[in-house]
T-cell receptor, first 112, second 116 residues
Framework: GENVEQHPSTLSVQEGDSAVIKCTYSDSASNYFPWYKQELGKGPQLIIDIRSNVGEKKDQRIAVTLNKTAKHFSLHITETQPEDSAVYFCAASSGTASKLTFGTGTRLQVTL | ETGVTQTPRHLVMGMTNKKSLKCEQHLGHNAMYWYKQSAKKPLELMFVYNFKEQTENNSVPSRFSPECPNSSHLFLHLHTLQPEDSALYLC???????????????FGPGTRLTVL
């Protein structure tokens, strides 16, 4: 089955700096890669996703890149703000998105 | 709010109790999911329902029994649980388009379960 590894497990950046979280996956058939943000006391919320026919996708301060050959994808957050502090999860899925395999999460702390 | 609600938000139960978790989605989706989230572990998919039919059971112990009476409601019945079952139980829903659509999964806030 699919295996997703996520690094780092914790990340501390100063406000205004960039943050990068990386994930690798094992199943070459995977074609859908969402990123979720989970704040304290809430469920994960989708912040951006990418499909295998695209190499990069951007939404304001958030971008995701995908390297299918190397089987890794990354989340980039620019100009970080305190409200970006949360746990971020990557996931991968093949076929439909009904079977997502998640990474172990990255706790991002944005300090003033 | 994501359109997915879960009750109760917190639950403490003994190992001999029987309790149920409830999930309701107001998004018109046709697929619903139960996940288990334990500390320092990835989210674990437990069950998937499409159009009220169970399409995935990820080797979940029989002390967890799901029920999906319609496309908007999903229950997880719990009985004779173990302390290691303590976790955050998350419900999610999506519009299963067979791989041709976004298939984004929307999560509820979860039920924090503690088994004594």
């Amino acid at each position: 089955g699919e295996n997703v590894e996520q690094h780092p497990s914790t990340l501390s950046v100063q406000e205004g700096d960039s943050a990068v979280i990386k994930c690798t996956y094992s199943d070459s058939a995977s074609n859908y890669f969402p990123w979720y943000k989970q704040e304290l006391g809430k469920g994960p919320q989708l912040i951006i996703d990418i499909r295998s026919n695209v190499g990069e996708k951007k939404d304001q301060r958030i971008a995701v890149t995908l390297n299918k050959t190397a089987k890794h994808f990354s989340l980039h957050i620019t100009e970080t703000q305190p409200e970006d502090s949360a746990v971020y999860f990557c996931a991968a899925s093949s076929g439909t998105a009904s079977k997502l395999t998640f990474g172990t999460g990255t706790r991002l702390q944005v300090t003033l | 709010e994501t359109g997915v609600t879960q009750t109760p938000r917190h639950l403490v139960m003994g190992m001999t109790n029987k309790k149920s978790l409830k999930c309701e989605q107001h998004l018109g989706h046709n697929a619903m999911y139960w996940y288990k989230q334990s500390a320092k572990k990835p989210l674990e998919l437990m069950f998937v329902y499409n159009f009220k039919e169970q399409t995935e059971n990820n080797s979940v112990p029989s002390r967890f029994s799901p029920e999906c009476p319609n496309s908007s409601h999903l229950f997880l019945h719990l009985h004779t649980l173990q302390p290691e079952d303590s976790a955050l139980y998350l419900c999610a829903s999506s519009q299963d388009s067979g791989g041709y659509g976004t298939d984004t999964q929307y999560f509820g806030p979860g039920t924090r379960l503690t088994v004594l």
